[in-house]
């Protein structure tokens, strides 16, 4: 399985950016896909997860303005971040769970800065 993040940059408080990430191989379908965060000197995070029925959890510190979303037949999956704030600043890694095991993303930059 290769995932292929996108999406991140740098952005002002306030602003939205929007995550996408896509699986690829030899896979079928993914029952389980997320988006983790790590931000300097922190450990990484759960940002929001979302299971093939469309169940969703996410972080306190993101519900209300963080969206995950996927399209399981194309095995894509979204993360729409609105109202972001410095403390969102990290590099955030796409997760898939398929078969047993756990693949990562690299990860994509995000910075919420003026």
């Known amino acids: 399985v290769q995932l292929q993040a996108s999406g991140g940059g740098q952005v002002q408080p306030g602003g939205s950016l929007r995550l996408s990430c896509a699986a690829s191989?030899?896979?079928?379908?993914?029952?389980?896909m997320g988006w983790y965060r790590q931000a300097p000197g922190k450990q990484r995070e759960l940002v929001a997860v979302?299971?093939?029925?469309?169940?969703?959890k996410y972080a306190d510190s993101v519900k209300g303005r963080f969206t995950i979303s996927s399209d399981n037949a194309k095995n894509t999956m979204n993360l729409q971040m609105n109202s972001l704030n410095p403390e969102d600043t990290a590099v955030y890694y796409c997760?898939?769970?398929?078969?047993?095991?756990?693949?990562w993303g690299k990860g994509t930059q995000v910075t919420v800065s003026s």
């Open positions: 979302i299971t093939v029925g469309g169940t969703t």
């Open positions: 191989g030899s896979i079928g379908r993914i029952n389980f």
């Open positions: 997760l898939v769970l398929y078969a047993g095991v756990d693949y």
